[in-house]
Every structure is written in C-alpha cells, then in structure tokens.
C-alpha cells in the first residue's frame, strides 16, 4: 500500500458503544450482549486495531417509560460507564476511554477523583462526556430529586467542571499536594485532594449540544463537542458559530474539536449500500417504534393509528409526560407540521415519514465514496472528525476499520499509526496550563 503523505488536517474517529436508543438492532442474529464485558471488549479492541481517538460510552440513570410502563423497546441495562472503561483499561493500550456522567446528579469530589484513577490506571487515555439533567423524573432515584431548574443545568455543569479542574491542579506536577477550596453558586467545599496529578493533567472534557447554551458552553469549557447535523451546510454552520465562540475565552480553534455522530453503511456498489441502508432503518423503526415516535412528538396515545396510514389530524399535547427519560424534542407543534409536511410532499405513510424524517446523518456507498465523503466534510470544515455510531453490537465497526480506514490512510487523512501515548496527543489538544507553568500543544 503506497501511504501518501498527510494532509494539513488528519481526520479523528470515535467509536460510540450502542446503547438504549433507536440505532442499535437488538433483533439482528449478529447483535450480542449490551452488559457482557466481552462485548465491550471487542469494540473497543476494533477501534483501537483502527487508531481511533476514543471509545465512548453513554450513560442512563433511569429505565424510560412510556404511557406509564417501561419502554419495551429499550434493552433494559446498562452498566456504569467508569467501570467498564477501568476494565477496558486492562485490554487496550493506546485509545481513549470516554465515559458519559451527569454533571447533576454526581459531586466534584468523588467524580474528580474517579476521573484522575482511570487517566492514571490507563496512562493517560481517560475523558469525560459531560451530561445535564433537570427532570424530576430521573431525579428520583436520587436524595434531592429534580430540584434543579432548567435554567440551572448549564451554570451548575459549568462549575462542576470548573471545581473538577482546581482539584486536578491541587497537586503540582512534581507530585506536591496543595489545599484547595471553591465557594460557589453550587459547590462549597475545601481540603485535599486524594490523587496526584495524572498523566493527562486533566481528562478530556467532552459535552454534547446542539442549543445556544450548549454550543456556548462547550466553547468556554471543552475539548470536544458530540453534535448532530445532517448536510454539509448545516455541518460548516454549527463548525463556524461553535468556532467563532471560543476567541472570547481566550482560546484557538484547535483548542476544541468538533465530532459529530454518523453512521456509516457500506457496500460493493452504491446501489448495495443504499439498499443495506434501507433494510436498516426498517429494522430500526420497526411499526411499534413508528407509532412510539408519534405518540412522543404528540404527548397522547396514538395506538388505534395505522403505522402504515395516515397522519392523525389532531395537534401534539405541549408539555406532555406520556414518556418520561427521553430527551425533550423542543418544539414539538413545529416539528408535528414538519412531519405531516414531509408526508403530503412524498405521500409517505406514519412509518415512513418517522423513517426518512428521524435517522440520523449516515454516509452510505462503496468504501471508496465513504472515505472521500468523510474527507471532504473535515477539509470544508464541517467537521473535525465523527463519532461513529454503529447499529450492531458488538461488530458493528469491522466492516469500517476493515475497508475505510485503509482507503483514508492512502489519502493521507488518517494517522498510520498512534505517535503519541495520551488522550490528548491523539487529539491534538494542550496540555493544561500548571502541568510545567505554561500550555503546551501535543502533536499526533
């Protein structure tokens, strides 16, 4: 294979282990455990056999229910994100180790010290998705429930990572311990922080957002962003206005890495591959999952609706809780219009309306077209990289690392090998300022 020298921006990849959510395949004869370690095991070993970034996983802190009931088409359990990257720790040497915890429902202390142990048991790998909750939903599985507002998911996530990073830069880089203590709007604590400092200085942060707050967010306090966006238009605009934020804080465009989630179906031909495609949202919006999209964007029982008819002529319930765990879907009275617009243009029925309208931004076609399509996004700065999301468990990223990695690699758009050891080098990411009194840049 004749390797072409890299081009002036490398693409970074992820690896999203499929959780509860509408893109994975359970009912696939290849889909496996969702709790077994080997499971885990195998996709985090296939990522890092294609030198990706990091392997991340999401986080659930409640079953959802629907109408009163847990959801019956979510796989029930998923186990604590650290716990399992501490394990993976144990079977991966070089990728990243991404765990999904929610920044309202944990303390800065206990989430610090969990975040430096696994940097330190992974030697330097371990990053953090930070989540927000303010439903009193899934607060009840906790002391203090959902008291927090809405309004105060942002600032109090703000400053969690803010106290997370004071506790990280209590001990000097030459192993010297130093009290800390933050009095906040939302934390007031002090005394001595338990791990010296890990190799990375501060894991990586990552947050995942589409909305004002959560792009402004992200430009303040991370390193990478998990976003959605389904053109190439609308990719370079979230690109530029993230982007442009981060002047303000006194940090460079490089400083934050923009990763949205895809999914990738491949075939021989680009007919193939469409026709792979197809055959997997169908298996992903099955006629129940159809009518349980409709009934979440409505907030009413839809059960006597026709999945292959049509749309029902009444208007969503605002602020309905006929499902509680989920995401809230904003505007839902717009989106309604949207759906039935899409419906009337194409004459589409309840199915597959929610098919064409709700699958999330994939690129599909014969390895060679995937590879210059995933090229073309980072090089018109529509990206710095993708977070794939694949629909089966555990081999969904074989087929990828197989045939796509190799073709980016010619193109001299993906690293051939891992030069650095840490989260950060693969990522290209400073280190924090104190690691030796300055920020410094690590090169991949």
Same mark, same amino acid.
């Given at each position: ?265 491949? #075939? +021989? %031909?680009? !007919?193939? @591959?469409?026709?792979?495609? *197809?055959?997997? /949202?169908?298996?992903?919006? &099955? ?42 879907? #904003? +505007? %839902?009275? !717009?989106? @309604?219009?949207?759906?039935? *617009?899409?419906? /009337?243009?194409?004459?589409? &029925? ?95």
């Amino acid at each position: 294979m004749t390797v072409r020298r890299p081009s002036r921006r490398q693409i970074h990849l992820a690896a999203h282990f499929p959780g509860v959510n509408s893109t994975a395949v359970w009912a696939d004869p290849r889909s496996r455990s969702q709790i077994a370690f080997s499971s885990f095991e195998h996709l985090a070993r296939t990522a890092e056999r294609g030198l990706f970034d990091f392997f991340f996983l999401a986080e659930g802190l409640r079953l959802r229910e629907h109408k009163g009931r847990i959801h019956d088409l979510d796989v029930v359990g998923r186990p604590e994100s650290l716990t399992v990257l501490n394990a993976l720790a144990t079977v991966t040497r070089r990728i990243g180790l991404a765990a999904t915890v929610n920044a309202t429902f944990n303390e800065p202390y206990e989430l610090a010290r969990r975040l430096a142990t696994l940097d330190h048991l992974s030697g330097g790998r371990a990053a953090w998705n930070v989540v927000t909750s303010s439903d009193a939903f899934t607060g009840e599985n906790f002391r203090r429930g959902g008291y927090l507002d809405r309004a105060d998911r942002y600032t109090r996530a703000a400053e969690f990572v803010d106290v997370a990073r004071e506790l990280w830069d209590s001990w000097t880089p030459d192993g010297l311990s130093r009290p800390f203590a933050h009095r906040g709007q939302h934390f007031d604590i002090a005394g001595e922080f338990t791990v010296p400092r890990s190799p990375q200085g501060h894991p990586v942060v990552i947050q995942a957002g589409d909305s004002g707050e959560g792009r402004e967010f992200a430009a303040r306090t991370s390193d990478v962003i998990f976003t959605r966006h389904g053109t190439l238009e609308d990719g370079r605009a979230f690109y530029a206005d993230v982007k442009g934020r981060l002047a303000k804080y006194g940090r460079s465009a490089d400083d934050l890495k923009i990763m949205p989630g895809v999914s990738v179906v491949l #075939g +021989d %031909t680009a !007919a193939e @591959a469409q026709e792979r495609a *197809a055959e997997i /949202r169908r298996q992903q919006v &099955s006629p129940q999952n159809a009518i349980l999209a409709l009934e979440q964007i409505w907030g009413t029982d839809l059960s006597d609706c026709d999945p292959d008819g049509p749309f029902p002529e009444s208007d969503p319930v605002p602020e309905s809780s006929v499902t509680q765990g989920r995401t809230r879907r #904003g +505007d %839902t009275v !717009a989106m @309604a219009e949207k759906w039935r *617009a899409l419906s /009337r243009e194409k004459g589409l &029925s309840i199915r597959q309306t929610v098919i064409e309208a709700s699958g999330r931004q994939s690129f599909i076609g014969t390895p060679e077209a995937v590879a210059a399509e995933l090229e073309t996004f980072v090089r018109q700065d529509a990206a710095d990289g993708f977070v794939l999301v694949p629909h089966l468990t555990p081999g969904g990223l074989d087929e990828f690392v197989d045939r796509v990695v190799p073709l980016l690699q010619e193109r001299g758009a993906f690293r051939t090998e891992y030069r650095g050891t840490t989260l950060r080098s693969h990522l290209g990411l400073p280190d924090p300022a104190g690691r030796e009194g300055v920020t410094t840049r690590r090169q991949d």
